[in-house]
């Protein structure tokens, strides 16, 4: 499990993270959120981040507020707190990170399957990128046991295959890990997210020149 200076910083998940978009938009305003995520995570400089972010978790407390007993706006203000605690880093993180979680439990109880599995990619994000006890509330196993939840519900996902990837990475279970970022790298594009697109597609590429190293070494 990552345990330096917060890893939480690659929840870019990051964060940790971004769902898939679905051809039409759940409802007003989800689509425009998830770009602006995009642009904002993939587009704008790290001096700039923090007020993008900011001003994306206000979005979304207005969806959420418009949106009762809808699992998607959660969803979305989990990850903008992940890829936050990212930007922010160090202990000061570990709040978001928390929120992050326990926005994904409350979405968990009203759609698991809400936006393709969305909630178990960005669960088993958390849990293999935060730090264990007492820092935080890592635990590996749980962060496999997510991932894998999430694959069955979306097996051709770019994310689901990419962050399976990384955490298979962490293990050192290489083989594996790169068989993973290549389905990542020719899972189907998303029409309406191609910033997105681009961004994972770039993380996937890299991870798997790095698992190629070092397979080349073992």
Same mark, same amino acid.
């Given at each position: ?101 326990? !926005?994904?439990?409350? &979405?968990?109880?009203?759609? /698991?399957? *809400?936006?393709? %599995? ?7 994000? =958390? ?57 990542? !790298?020719?899972?189907? &594009?998303?029409?309406?997210? /191609?910033? *997105?697109?681009? %961004? ?7 991870? =798997? ?10």
């Amino acid at each position: 499990m990552k345990t330096s200076t917060f890893l939480i910083m690659t929840l870019a998940l990051a964060a940790t993270l971004a769902a898939p978009a679905r051809a039409a938009d759940p409802f007003p305003g989800l689509l425009e959120l998830q770009e602006q995520w995009a642009t904002a995570k993939y587009q704008t400089t790290r001096d700039e981040q923090g007020k993008a972010f900011e001003a994306l978790e206000q979005a979304a407390d207005d969806m959420i507020r418009v949106n009762p007993g809808r699992a998607e706006p959660l969803i979305w203000k989990a990850i903008i707190l992940s890829t936050q605690a990212g930007v922010v880093g160090g202990f000061s993180a570990l709040d978001k990170v928390k929120g992050a979680r326990d !926005l994904l439990f409350a &979405a968990e109880k009203i759609d /698991p399957q *809400a936006l393709d %599995g969305s909630i178990y990619t960005s669960l088993g994000s =958390l849990y293999y990128q935060v730090p264990g006890w007492p820092i935080g509330f890592g635990d590996d196993k749980k962060a496999g046991s997510y991932l894998q939840k999430a694959l069955a519900l979306n097996p051709d996902g770019i994310d689901p295959n990419y962050f399976y990837a990384d955490y298979l990475f962490e293990q050192k279970k290489f083989g594996e890990a790169a068989t993973y970022a290549r389905k990542a !790298l020719d899972a189907p &594009a998303r029409s309406e997210r /191609p910033i *997105a697109d681009e %961004g994972r597609r770039a993380e996937a590429a890299a991870l =798997l020149a790095k698992l190629q190293q070092d397979l080349a070494r073992n």
